[in-house]
């Protein structure tokens, strides 16, 4: 399907690809990996063609669609959500050239040559609608868009009127509703939080075509994926199986190079020793020229050498009181939107908890309320004694210093860590070499966050508010940062949307969810569990408050609960009766629609406008389906919602 051979590329002195080979088959699940730098987008690029490679190609099939997701945000027209979808999928477009064809036929000569070329170019059209599934299509896009976490009071919206990250989960949805053969994916979790993952965990599953996804979030590759492909110094490695299947076979993979490593070294070191010792004698030249001819002839194993395998140590500050932050009844909003009220929960010394919610739910919101970047519209919320925060957002970079150097921006932290110390630790976050030396206003969004990132792991603090701070880190480097967590000897309260991170990491996670918050004691893997069992048991309607009610009832009462009971009669009577019809609607337009297709796959037509007219039919009966099955959606739910 995707056959790259030889494939070579360098940007200055730094060389991306270096004669890289892979055969990629149809229907490939492929994770991509890789530290950052190491050409992963640039290699979805190509794919693409839209990188001018040094040497080599990529063949792929011209029959086959590729879609690609950006990790960036782009501009989006100032158009309705929908349609930008329905323009973006080619729907639009279709649909529109079907109507032209149509008003074209309609007075021309049955039995004219271009009759029937035009007739062809609508059925070609019109099978390419139907494969599209155009007249379902607003449903689908619906679908999609709340599969993501879009709500349906955003399908008003315009797209100039969402953030970047809700830009990024309309391209995502754009890229899924085009169903192309081959989806090139990059960081597509990125903005999502942890429903919308399982959503797009669970359509991935089903998708038909080929994917190649890049991604630092382990359980999204475990979910998804089949191979991993690794990129390393310009050379690619293909593991089979998923992430965690990568890691142990990477591993296995290193030990056993090592120990070939050790007896080429060992045997290396013989032969010059050898060497060495009858150099000066005449009547061993033979042999020495021998071996050093030998040496010459190996191919001397290299073995990688991981410089950011250091550890990161905060600085010691001050111990704070057992309470760390007490929250009494605190509620916020702006204007008339309120996004939580009446919070109470306390943090102890050496804690590690997690805040979790879905996008928009508030939990930037209580951040910038824990590190006093804001007020309480009503409550308290007390720090305890002694208590350093140290705060990280994604919005930090915004106060770098744009004309100071990235060297500069660190030491003038005041942190007092050694030159070399404070070399090593901007390694571990990806500035090495001269790169040190550049502008920050110069820097990428993500580099200026790991930047401000850095400078919080270099103050003194005994509590830390860290929003989404893995978004721009690779794996190492997350590894290294979550083992400095780990041993981090103050208190941490933490969003993040990777779950293995946060699963090692944390011991209670707080929900924020409907304007109210859930306080979940375990790790990350509890709450999902915990979270998953709940959902399933309010869809059972089994999880009710029930009020102790007195084993007694008044005749008031009994008369009270009588009319409440015949009221709700009535009205479900009312939305069955609707259920029935809507149901019987539904059979019989699919009945017709069954005649249609006998009808159009056992006779043939001299009449060329009446096999016109039948595919229309079905085109307007596969509309009405759409709706139709719409409708018994809504009229059930309603019907759900009166019941319970």
């Known amino acids: 399907m995707i056959n790259v051979s030889k494939i070579s590329l360098s940007f200055a002195d730094k060389i991306i690809f270096k004669d890289v080979n892979i055969f990629i088959k149809e229907k490939s699940r492929i994770g991509i990996v890789g530290i950052n730098g190491s050409g992963k987008t640039t290699f979805l690029r190509a794919i693409q063609d839209d990188v001018y490679l040094d040497k080599g190609n990529i063949e792929i099939n011209p029959k086959f669609k590729i879609a690609y997701l950006s990790q960036e945000s782009v501009d989006l027209p100032d158009v309705n959500i929908i349609d930008f979808l329905l323009d973006v999928t080619g729907v639009t477009v279709i649909e529109t050239k079907m109507k032209e064809l149509e008003i074209r036929f309609a007075d021309m000569d049955h039995e004219s040559i271009e009759y029937k070329r035009v007739l062809k170019e609508y059925e070609d059209e019109t099978l390419k609608f139907d494969i599209l599934e155009g007249y379902s299509f607003d449903s689908k896009i619906k679908r999609v868009l709340k599969g993501l976490g879009f709500k349906q009071s955003d399908f008003e919206k315009k797209c100039t009127e969402f953030s970047g990250g809700w830009k990024v989960r309309i391209n995502l949805a754009s890229v899924l509703l085009k169903s192309p053969d081959i989806m090139l994916l990059d960081e597509p979790t990125n903005h999502l939080d942890a429903e919308s993952m399982e959503w797009l965990e669970s359509y991935l599953k089903d998708y038909h075509g080929t994917i190649l996804t890049i991604s630092h979030d382990r359980r999204f590759l475990d979910k998804t994926v089949k191979t991993i492909i690794e990129f390393d110094k310009g050379k690619l490695f293909t593991y089979t199986g998923n992430y965690s299947s990568y890691e142990t076979e990477k591993l296995r993979r290193k030990e056993a190079l090592k120990k070939e490593y050790d007896a080429q070294q060992n045997e290396i070191k013989r032969i010059k020793d050898f060497i060495e010792r009858f ?261 059972l309607n089994e999880v009710k408050v029930e009020e102790v009610k007195p084993s007694f009832k008044s005749k008031e009462q009994k008369k009270i609960e009588a009319a409440k009971r015949n009221a709700q009669y009535k009205e479900t009577k009312v939305f069955k009766d609707k259920l029935l019809k809507v149901e019987k609607e539904i059979e019989e337009l699919e009945m017709r629609k069954d005649q249609i297709e006998n009808m159009l796959s056992t006779q043939e037509f001299s009449d060329m406008s009446k096999t016109v007219d039948l595919s229309r039919e079905i085109g307007q009966i596969e509309t009405n389906l759409a709706y139709k099955m719409m409708e018994w959606e809504e009229i059930q739910e309603k019907l759900e919602e009166i019941e319970n």
């Not at 919080?456 to 590894?479: A, W």
């Not at 993040?496 to 969810?513: A, C, P, Q, T």
Request: hydrophobic share 35%; proline share 2%.
């Open 279 to 539: 150099r000066s004698k005449a009547s061993k030249a033979p042999q020495v020229q021998s071996r050093i001819k030998m040496l010459e002839k190996f191919d001397v194993i290299e073995m990688d050498r991981d410089n950011r395998k250091i550890k990161i140590t905060f600085p010691q500050a001050t111990k704070s009181g057992n309470e760390v932050i007490k929250v009494k009844d605190i509620s916020r909003s702006y204007g008339t939107n309120e996004v939580f009220s009446n919070v109470n929960f306390t943090v102890y010394r050496g804690e590690r908890l997690a805040v979790v919610g879905y996008n928009g739910a508030g939990k930037s919101t209580l951040f910038r309320l824990l590190s006093k970047v804001e007020t309480p519209t009503s409550g308290e919320m007390i720090h305890g004694l002694n208590v350093e925060p140290a705060y990280f957002s994604q919005e930090n970079s915004e106060n770098l210093c744009g004309e100071k150097t990235i060297w500069e921006e660190i030491v003038g932290c005041g942190s007092g860590e050694l030159e070399t110390r404070l070399r090593t630790l901007l390694g571990t976050f990806l500035f090495s070499g001269n790169d040190i030396f550049k502008k920050v206003s110069v820097l990428s969004g993500g580099e200026k966050s790991r930047l401000a990132l850095l400078k919080i792991l270099l103050q003194k603090s005994n509590l830390l508010v860290l929003d989404e701070p893995t978004n721009h880190l690779d794996n190492i480097t997350k590894d290294i940062f979550q083992q400095a967590l780990l041993k981090y000897e103050g208190t941490i309260v933490i969003v993040s949307h990777d779950r293995y991170f946060l699963d090692k990491l944390v011991g209670r996670v707080f929900e924020i969810k409907d304007g109210a918050m859930d306080i979940f004691e375990g790790n990350y893997s509890y709450y999902i569990e915990k979270r998953k069992a709940l959902d399933e048991l309010e869809k």
